[in-house]
């Protein structure tokens, strides 16, 4: 009698979820593969030189995301700043820096901006994306390295730019705890500093990346999981000039993180074995 | 005193004529509703066949038959809120779309009008 109760509640909860989905037919042919969608009807401005654009999300780097914007211009790369919603005159900064200014309506997490970086650069038919700390953490002059790794052939999708080095017991123990959940053998897991070709955008824009919080395990998971390489280069970082990581300067925040990654990381994993096995 | 049926028919009936009044003001849309309707009908059925209950509980050895009826309806309402917390999801993502979209025409805007400025000048 019980499992007739449960069997009725179940195809009732399924119906449901199915008159849920029926829902958004829609809209989806506005939200998904709409860099083609869009490139057909609005004619994107495109920039012969900007083939490599330097995404930057910035929440509140007013200080120093001019200096910034001015460097990756004098490498001839082309910057696109990701306005997290902030508060202070960080779009304006880096708009007179000569920056492209995406400007996001409310707070919506680094990996939301970045990918906002992304699918412009999808829509501006870029061929790479670097991303990189608006604070000035990491140096634009360390971009040719990073891409210098996916011109040989063979290349990567995705190379890292690793600091092993700025590690702290937080962060280190983050490092490791990661490392160790999600099977990913790369040292530097937290890095912002990467470069991603085509290929690797094409797949992070997706709707169904959307959700990821931080550009770290999630993205990388993803990356391996689509069987696309990833490896990591040794770059120097600079102390932050004014900004402080978000994550690593409170053991509250750590342990969200962790938690976080944990949950992420155990559970894509079993997948991916699912696949090889 | 009332009889516990009159009670509970009352109560589902109610129930069922709030959700059909929601309906037809359109707070709340059919999909919705489908499952508080498929509630009523569960408290009507409950309600009105006292010895139902007493028949289920024996048959999953539940001694205490009323402790059947917190089972199902917590699992009722768990059922409900999980529900809702994957829908919550799906209106997160397709927010966030949105936001990176307007972000994008946004620029696009600005560039084309910087361009007609210019070509106008």
């Known amino acids: 009698m019980k499992d007739i109760a449960t069997t009725v509640i179940l195809s009732v909860l399924q119906r449901a979820a199915l008159t849920h989905m029926a829902i958004p037919g829609t809209i989806r042919a506005f939200s998904d593969t709409d860099a083609e969608s869009a490139g057909a009807r609005i004619i994107p401005i495109r920039d012969a030189s900007a083939d490599v654009i330097v995404v930057m999300p910035a929440r509140n780097e007013e200080a120093d995301v001019a200096d910034v914007v001015a460097r990756v211009i004098a490498l001839g790369f082309k910057p696109v700043v990701v306005d997290d919603y902030s508060s202070d005159g960080t779009r304006e900064a880096a708009r007179r820096a000569g920056a492209v200014v995406l400007e996001l309506p409310f707070h919506a997490g680094s990996w939301a901006a970045i990918q906002t970086g992304?699918?412009?650069?999808?829509?501006?038919?870029?061929?790479?994306?670097?991303?990189?700390?608006?604070?000035?953490?990491?140096?634009?002059?360390?971009?040719?390295?990073?891409?210098?790794?996916?011109?040989?052939?063979?290349?990567?999708?995705?190379?890292?730019?690793?600091?092993?080095?700025?590690?702290?017991?937080?962060?280190?123990?983050?490092?490791?705890?990661?490392?160790?959940?999600?099977?990913?053998?790369?040292?530097?897991?937290?890095?912002g500093f990467r470069a991603y070709d085509r290929t690797a955008v094409d797949l992070l824009v997706s709707q169904k990346h959307t959700l990821i919080e931080y550009q770290d395990v999630g993205v990388l998971l993803c990356v391996r999981h689509a069987d696309l390489s990833a490896v990591e280069v040794e770059v120097p970082m600079q102390p932050r000039g004014h900004g402080i990581s978000r994550i690593f300067n409170s053991w509250s925040r750590v342990a969200y993180y962790l938690l976080y990654s944990a949950l992420i990381g155990s559970s894509r994993r079993r997948r991916i074995k699912e696949k090889s096995g | 005193m009332i009889p516990l049926q009159v009670f509970a028919g009352a109560l589902a009936a109610a129930m069922v004529a709030l959700i059909l009044w929601m309906i037809r003001r359109d707070r709340l849309p059919v999909s919705h509703s489908l499952w508080w309707l498929t509630v009523s009908v569960m408290i009507a059925l409950f309600g009105l066949t006292p010895g139902l209950l007493d028949a289920m509980a024996r048959m999953v050895g539940i001694t205490y038959a009323p402790s059947l009826l917190f089972v199902l309806a917590i699992l009722t309402l768990l059922i409900k809120v999980l529900l809702e917390d994957l829908e919550l999801t799906t209106n997160r993502r397709r927010l966030l779309r949105l936001a990176q979209k307007t972000a994008i025409l946004e620029q696009e805007i600005r560039q084309l009008r910087e361009r007609l400025e210019n070509s106008g000048k």
Do not use: K
């Open chain 1, 118 to 191: 992304m699918r412009y650069a999808q829509f501006c038919h870029c061929s790479h994306v670097v991303t990189l700390d608006a604070d000035g953490q990491h140096n634009p002059e360390d971009i040719a390295e990073l891409l210098g790794l996916m011109a040989v052939g063979d290349a990567p999708n995705v190379v890292i730019g690793a600091c092993v080095g700025r590690a702290n017991r937080r962060r280190r123990l983050a490092w490791r705890t990661l490392r160790w959940l999600s099977g990913l053998r790369i040292s530097d897991l937290t890095s």
